[in-house]
């Protein structure tokens, strides 16, 4: 029995549980161009390590692809290095170095990002996402997904449609988008049952991110944490008293 997923919803299994290679995909072939590179860049961006074996090349446990393939300082990569980190990163590898090294710039900014937020605890990272009205469900690798994103891009605000949904993000690939994506809100549930929305954008305008006073947490009251959050979208109407937005798997 076949299904249906979206591809940027639908989650890469992890090595050796189901899917190493791209090859093992029935039918990529007969994609277009154009879709093969978006589930091309779905599979780089998903599963870094699976990627790494595909393409024969060895990289530590947990570094990032692109990243992972980046030592030092790119300015002082040999322009072979160079190309061999953007491929991995799923960014055109040609062209001259000057060109090669500003396409890794940001590359190198979210793994600094990724690292940092990666050694903070759930909590933290919740306690982060409150203070921006972001959701908090999830593991801990989407709440670290989800915390980066905020941090390189900004907050995403509340439908400008309805004010009921969070608005979601999909981009075309993990690096190179500069937060240029399709935008799209998931409505919400409100007492008389699920409240759909069909506002889709591919920008809208995010509020600058924010970071706790982490070393204030444990004196301050839940609610005391997040007095000061507010709708980063001045302009959308509010959200319904009862409102609840709906889980991932709903």
């Known amino acids: 029995m076949m299904s249906w997923r979206h591809l940027e919803c639908q989650k890469r299994p992890k090595p050796s549980k189901g899917l190493d290679s791209l090859d093992e995909l029935a039918g990529l072939t007969a994609l277009s161009a154009a879709d093969q590179a978006k589930v091309e860049a779905w599979f780089l961006s998903r599963a870094p390590e699976a990627a790494s074996k595909s393409s024969g090349k060895k990289r530590a446990a947990g570094e990032d692809g692109g990243a992972g393939a980046i030592s030092g300082d790119p300015k002082k990569m040999k322009i072979g290095e160079l190309k061999e980190a953007c491929a991995a990163a799923g960014l055109a590898a040609t062209g001259k170095k000057d060109a090669l090294v500003k396409q890794l710039e940001p590359v190198i900014e979210r793994r600094k990002v990724e690292e940092a937020y990666a050694a903070l605890s759930g909590d933290k990272l919740k306690a982060m996402l409150e203070l921006n009205a972001q959701k908090k469900s999830g593991t801990k690798d989407e709440l670290i997904e989800r915390c980066v994103d905020g941090k390189l891009y900004g907050a995403l605000p509340r439908c400008l449609d309805c004010g009921g949904g969070i608005l979601r993000v999909s981009y ?23 409240i759909r929305c069909g506002f889709s954008a591919t920008d809208v305008e995010r509020a600058e991110w924010q970071e706790p006073d982490f070393g204030n947490l444990k004196k301050k009251a839940p609610a005391a944490s997040v007095a000061s959050t507010a709708s980063p979208a001045s302009t959308a109407p509010a959200a319904p008293a009862a409102a609840r937005l709906p889980d991932d798997d709903e």
Request: some cysteine; overall charge neutral.
């Open 172 to 194: 075309p690939s993990k690096y190179g988008h500069g937060g240029k994506g399709r935008y799209s809100c998931p409505g919400y549930y409100e007492d008389e049952g699920y």
